[in-house]
T-cell receptor
Framework: DSGVTQTPKHLITATGQRVTLRCSPRSGDLSVYWYQQSLDQGLQFLIQYYNGEERAKGNILERFSAQQFPDLHSELNLSSLELGDSALYFC???????????FGEGSRLTVL | QKEVEQDPGPLSVPEGAIVSLNCTYSNSAFQYFMWYRQYSRKGPELLMYTYSSGNKEDGRFTAQVDKSSKYISLFIRDSQPSDSATYLCAMRLNTGNQFYFGTGTSLTVIP
């Protein structure tokens, strides 16, 4: 158990819909990262937050947005969903001083 | 050119074999190097974390970093069927926030 909690574990929805994925980082970790992993694909970096502020942006679509709340949990919002958005979405948190990155178990999104 | 290159495999070895997994990278400023193990449909699990050059050993796992060649390796001794997974390398700079991942090598250890 990495200490990073993600909900929901599985989500099935239809095209055009909107979903919210939630992440609670490890206790004490201020940084949260979001990654997308499609079938047989590598990890694609989406976005990073540090203590409530956006710090880095990767290949995140305009239909996607994220935020980190004062209690440090983070949410990834995916809207106008398309079939190609079906993937595993991982949240990771980074240890403040050493920079080690720990992943949650992921949220599996299926868009039908 | 990708920042991090990793042979996707698949790699298949008999139980008990020594496994060598490798990544090359292009940015000589990378300072932190990581190896993750990912079982199917699970989150990546941090196996090894090293800073700069040298070796690090943890049980059956040894991580090597050769900064002069921009090459990192993960060795698994006495491989077990439970080692069957995808192994991802990752690295980052001394400053900044971004991690750079390889695409992963799929390993199967045959009993």
């Amino acid at each position: 158990d990495s200490g990073v909690t993600q909900t929901p574990k599985h989500l099935i929805t239809a095209t055009g819909q909107r979903v919210t994925l939630r992440c609670s980082p490890r206790s004490g970790d201020l940084s949260v990262y979001w990654y997308q992993q499609s079938l047989d694909q590598g990890l694609q970096f989406l976005i990073q937050y540090y203590n409530g502020e956006e710090r880095a942006k990767g290949n995140i679509l305009e239909r996607f947005s994220a935020q980190q709340f004062p209690d440090l949990h983070s949410e990834l919002n995916l809207s106008s969903l398309e079939l190609g958005d079906s993937a595993l979405y991982f949240c990771a948190s980074s240890v403040r001083w050493t920079g080690e990155l720990f992943f949650g178990e992921g949220s599996r999104l299926t868009v039908l | 050119q990708k920042e991090v290159e990793q042979d996707p495999g698949p790699l298949s070895v008999p139980e008990g074999a020594i496994v060598s997994l490798n990544c090359t990278y292009s940015n000589s400023a990378f300072q932190y190097f990581m190896w993750y193990r990912q079982y199917s449909r699970k989150g990546p699990e941090l196996l090894m974390y090293t800073y700069s050059s040298g070796n690090k050993e943890d049980g059956r796992f040894t991580a090597q970093v050769d900064k002069s060649s921009k090459y990192i390796s993960l060795f698994i001794r006495d491989s077990q069927p439970s080692d069957s997974a995808t192994y991802l390398c990752a690295m980052r700079l001394n400053t900044g926030n971004q991690f750079y991942f390889g695409t992963g090598t799929s390993l199967t250890v045959i009993p």
